[in-house]
Nanobody, 123 residues
């Protein structure tokens, strides 16, 4: 059964760094676009970043551009989100997702989702 599992979340102070991981298993995701989304309390789930497995195409939300880096390790079937200069407004549950679409920022295009990992940034 296809599965995405996030890890690496936690409580950090503002301006800190954190790296999230997403382990993919249960099927081949080699043709899928991998994405990170986040959802803060009372807000809709929003796109953060996406990457293909070759790592050649990376897309970022404006709010994280220059601070976050998405990458994919096909040998480990793992996608990463390196987050730097974290801000309190980055506080959210972060989700890993996969879509067969070649490019998408829309959560409804993503077919597979992980359970999420909480990131809390204190000021």
């Amino acid at each position: 059964q296809a599965q995405l599992v996030e890890s690496g979340g936690g409580l950090v102070q503002a301006d800190s760094s954190l790296r999230l991981s997403c382990a993919a298993s249960g099927r081949s995701f080699s043709r899928y676009l991998m994405g990170w989304f986040r959802q803060a309390p009372g807000k809709e789930r929003e796109f953060v970043a996406s990457v293909n497995w070759s790592g050649g195409i990376r897309v970022y939300a404006d709010s994280v551009k220059g601070r976050f880096t998405i990458s994919a390790d096909s040998a480990k079937n793992t996608v990463y989100l390196q987050m730097t200069r974290l801000k309190p407004e980055d506080t959210a549950v972060y989700y890993c997702a996969a879509t067969i679409a070649s490019s998408s920022r829309h959560r409804w295009d993503y077919e597979y989702w992980g359970p999420g990992t909480q990131v809390t940034v204190s000021s």
